[in-house]
């Protein structure tokens, strides 16, 4: 193979977009995980605050569960769905994202997957307006 040839061969394999490895078992047991440690947390009356932490414990368990890359979405959100909080699963169709929604009378806690990039990340906690 001539010295032209292999360097349109690598100008070659520059366009072809790279396969991302498919990690929907990985995100989906993570996810379990999650449902699991949220629902605990959510069962509770009242959440706990650290001194200057708004959101406490709620913020830590999206930062330890969020985000998740390379997972297909349906398998994500039936296993969110499980939760005995959840609440709704929203979908945005322009820019291609669902939200997926768990509350009980205190707290109101999310995560985004966004279709395209196969991506699922935390949308934050809120508090329930009474």
Request: aromatic share 10%.
């Amino acid at each position: 193979m001539g010295l032209a040839t292999a360097a349109a061969l690598l100008v070659g394999l520059e366009r072809i977009p790279i396969a991302r490895a498919d990690d929907t078992a990985a995100c989906v047991a993570k996810m379990s995980e999650f449902v699991a440690e949220l629902d605990q947390l959510l069962s509770k009356e009242k959440p706990w605050f650290g001194p200057g932490e708004k959101s406490g414990t709620y913020e830590k368990l999206l930062r330890r569960h969020f985000p998740l890359d390379d997972c297909d979405g349906d398998p994500l959100l039936i296993e969110a769905s499980k939760s005995r909080f959840f609440r709704d699963i929203g979908y945005s169709p322009r820019p291609k994202y669902y939200v997926a929604e768990f509350s009980n009378t205190i707290a109101r806690v999310g995560f985004v997957y966004h279709e395209k990039e196969r991506r699922a990340e935390s949308n934050g906690v809120h508090w329930v307006d009474k």
